[in-house]
């Protein structure tokens, strides 16, 4: 099923990552038995950021468990900054043969290990190529976007011009960055509403349960930290537990308001963590219910 006809009628999604050390069919299907259980409208499967190393990817693969195993549709996250289009083309095929029929296409972080081929500068470009490769409707496409701004922006403003570009190259629902203070998101969706982005923007939230995890996270995106986020990381921040509660109630909070304010969507950023994800679905699923 396509994206955009799972969005009229499911606003709950999942994100998961494949392990780097841990990776065999049982450490998946331990995660997977119980997110899938969660009955998310998709769950999307990061791509490694250092492009495509087909033989070491295990995206497509892991898609298509969800898809064949488990019955959840899965969104392929592909980058293509580092990689040639002759091997996006590989994993297009790929993904056709097993099914797959959402993409979330991206540029891909720059890494410094790294130097890139040069076939693709911006997400924006890899769209354009799935559209010109592949046939009318065989993928759906999702795209990246960051309510505080892209880092490598100079503004805010400028970087929802940029969106805008990317979605009329054929994007049919966004997804965003990570943000802990909503105002941020409610900004940002007024801004894109000017600029005519019409699609679906969907609400990336990450429950914080490791303060360094974070931190990093924070530091390469961009986000900031609220004031109250910071003092309750530093309070709990040696205590797993502590801040594992604290962190979920934190989440809570910003999904229930961002659903009282009609959010299109919330895609949790799940981290593999199915303990995480089962709170948080437990604390906000009258609220789903009575979105659906
Ligand atoms: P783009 O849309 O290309 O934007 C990148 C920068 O270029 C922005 O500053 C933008 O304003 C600017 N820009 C865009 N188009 C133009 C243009 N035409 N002219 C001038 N400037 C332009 N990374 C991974 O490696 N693997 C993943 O699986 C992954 N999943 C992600 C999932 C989500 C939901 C999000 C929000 C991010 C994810 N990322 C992932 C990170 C992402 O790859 C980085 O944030 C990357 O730096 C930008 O990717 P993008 O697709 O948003 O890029």
């Keep these: 099923m396509k994206v955009r006809d799972i969005a009229k009628k499911s606003v709950f999604s999942l994100e998961v990552f494949p392990p780097k050390k841990s990776y065999s069919p049982e450490s998946i299907s331990r995660i997977f038995d119980r997110l899938a259980a969660l009955e998310p409208g998709f769950i999307s499967v990061t791509y490694g950021a250092g492009g495509s190393n087909i033989q070491q990817n295990k995206t497509v693969e892991l898609c298509r468990i969800l898809k064949q195993d488990y019955h959840v549709e899965p969104v392929a996250h592909l980058t293509c900054f580092n990689s040639r289009k002759d091997e996006v083309l590989t994993m297009l095929e790929l993904m056709k043969e097993q099914g797959i029929e ?6 891909g972080d720059r890494s410094p290990d790294i130097t890139p081929p040069g076939d693709f500068r911006y997400a924006c470009e890899l769209i354009d190529f799935i559209r010109s490769h592949t046939k009318e409707d065989e993928f759906d496409i999702c795209a990246a976007c960051y309510p505080e701004g892209h880092p490598e922006c100079g503004s805010l403003k400028e970087d929802v011009l940029n969106l805008k570009h990317k979605v009329d190259a054929g994007v049919s629902l966004l997804i965003s960055q990570l943000f802990f203070d909503n105002e941020d998101f409610y900004r940002f969706r007024e801004l894109c509403d000017v600029a005519g982005i019409k699609v679906p923007i969907h609400a990336g939230i990450m429950p914080v349960t490791n303060k360094s995890q974070i ?21 709990y921040e040696n205590n797993p537990q502590a ?3 604290a962190g979920i109630s934190y989440a809570t909070e910003q999904i229930v ?3 009282a304010s009609g959010v ?12 995480m994800a089962e709170k948080i679905k437990g604390n906000i699923s009258s ?5 659906q």
């Excluded at 959402?102 to 540029?107: D, E, G, H, K, P």
């Excluded at 990093?216 to 309750?232: D, N, Y």
């Design 102 to 107: 959402n993409i979330l296409a991206l540029r």
């Design 257 to 259: 308001d961002l659903l």
């Design 215 to 235: 931190e990093r996270m924070v530091s390469t995106c961009g986000a900031s930290l609220p004031k109250k986020l910071s003092r309750m990381m530093a309070r």
């Design 243 to 245: 801040l594992m509660d």
């Design 287 to 291: 609220l789903l219910d009575a979105r």
């Design 264 to 275: 299109e969507g919330i895609h949790l950023y799940a981290m593999n963590r199915p303990k």
